[in-house]
């Protein structure tokens, strides 16, 4: 489960990131959010890969769902994933519709 939870946020994200929903962020946000994304993306201790994990999710909080570019896929896709980390994000899906 925890596997399949890793992948729903590291989609998740790399699509809102492709959607500009992180736009809105410092440089340096931007900078860790894509190191986090990347290190996910390879084999890794599991300590750094939860580290890693944390990391991005506090960032996926941070999304701007509210932007042009941001799709109803998209919006499902976090919230799927917020979910998986019992992230109450309903609220914030339903003011995005």
Request: net charge negative; with cysteine; aromatic share 8%.
């Amino acid at each position: 489960m925890k596997t399949q939870s890793r992948t729903l946020l590291v989609d998740a994200a790399g699509r809102l990131l492709q959607q500009h929903a992180f736009d809105h962020l410092p440089d340096e946000q931007l900078i860790r959010m894509n190191h986090c994304l990347r290190q996910l993306g390879q084999l890794m201790e599991p300590a750094d890969m939860q580290t890693a994990e944390a990391e991005l999710l506090r960032y996926c909080r941070l999304a701007n769902l509210y932007v042009d570019t941001a799709t109803p896929q998209a919006w499902q896709q976090w919230y799927r994933a917020m979910s998986c980390y019992g992230e109450l994000a309903m609220p914030l899906l339903e003011e995005a519709e």
